[in-house]
């Protein structure tokens, strides 16, 4: 529960580890003695690269194994990292090496590279009010993109659907579920892609209009700032403004 809310608290965009150290042997609990690691922390490990490592011991616990399912995004060497914290983790037991876990609190370089899916089917045979719902469905829980392209079908049929769904590897399983439930498709086909983006961050601003959000984002020598859309139409809806003249004024007063 203290990770938990240490993690809210710090706000990070994303937490990469290491591969993970589970040990080897045999270890001793309320339900008897079992292999290392554990049956829990065996099965919550799934997916996620680990090792047994040179020293006998439960290195990782099931409690440490579901906060690494559900927290990190990526497992990997450190990449290249400007570091401004860093925080150490004593356990209990003595080891031929120190018995600790190491977190580094940083700044990653401005470029952002990832692998994700694309998710797609063809649908012809759906009202477009339910493929709206299915699009927002599917944003809602998380996607990172949805969208939909008027496409030409079997027998030269017009008026199809190609539905795309853009999320995470680790996502996969949950938003195919998502697309068999709410979509009339019998099969759905994958594609990996590269995607590069710019760091982003929002700011909030106190204008004397009210508080605005500005989006921030810096890389590949490229800076962009955007105001919130939703804080600029509030603002001009409130002054009788357009939105083009309440944005000016907004930037005059940043």
């Known amino acids: 529960m203290a990770v938990c809310y240490l993690l809210n608290e ?3 965009d994303q937490i990469l580890a290491s591969p993970v ?3 080897y042997g045999h270890v001793k609990c309320a339900h008897g003695i079992l292999p290392v690691p554990a049956p829990a922390t065996a099965y919550l490990m799934k997916e996620i690269p680990m090792y047994a490592g040179d020293l006998e011991g439960e290195f990782c616990t099931p409690t440490g ?3 690494l399912k559900h927290f990190v995004k990526k497992y990997e060497q450190m990449p ?4 401004e914290e ?3 983790g004593f356990g209990k037991r003595e ?3 120190l018995n600790c876990v190491r977190a580094i609190l940083g700044e990653t370089q401005d470029k952002v590279e990832e692998e994700i899916l694309e998710l797609c089917c063809n649908l012809d045979d759906m009202t477009s009010e339910e493929i709206g719902y299915a699009t927002e469905l599917l944003i809602k829980e998380g996607a990172l993109d949805v969208y939909t392209s008027s496409i030409q079908m079997k027998k030269n049929r017009p008026g199809g659907i190609l539905l795309t769904c853009m999320c995470r590897a680790e996502q996969k399983e949950y938003f195919l579920q998502l697309i068999f439930k709410h979509t009339s498709t019998l099969g759905v086909r994958e594609y990996f892609c590269r995607r590069y983006g710019l760091k982003r961050k929002i700011d909030e601003v106190q204008t004397e209009y009210g508080t605005v959000h500005v989006k921030r984002a810096s890389g590949y020598g490229v800076v962009k700032e955007k105001l919130e859309y939703d804080d600029v139409s ?3 809806e409130e002054h009788s403004w357009s ?3 309440a944005r000016n004024r907004i930037y005059g007063k940043l």
């Open 10 to 12: 710090l706000q990070v």
């Open 21 to 23: 150290r589970v040990g």
């Open 65 to 67: 194994a579901a906060l």
């Open 80 to 83: 290249v990292l400007q570091m």
């Open 86 to 88: 860093i925080g150490y």
């Open 95 to 97: 080891y031929e090496r």
């Open 234 to 236: 509030k603002i001009a």
């Open 243 to 245: 939105v083009a003249e």
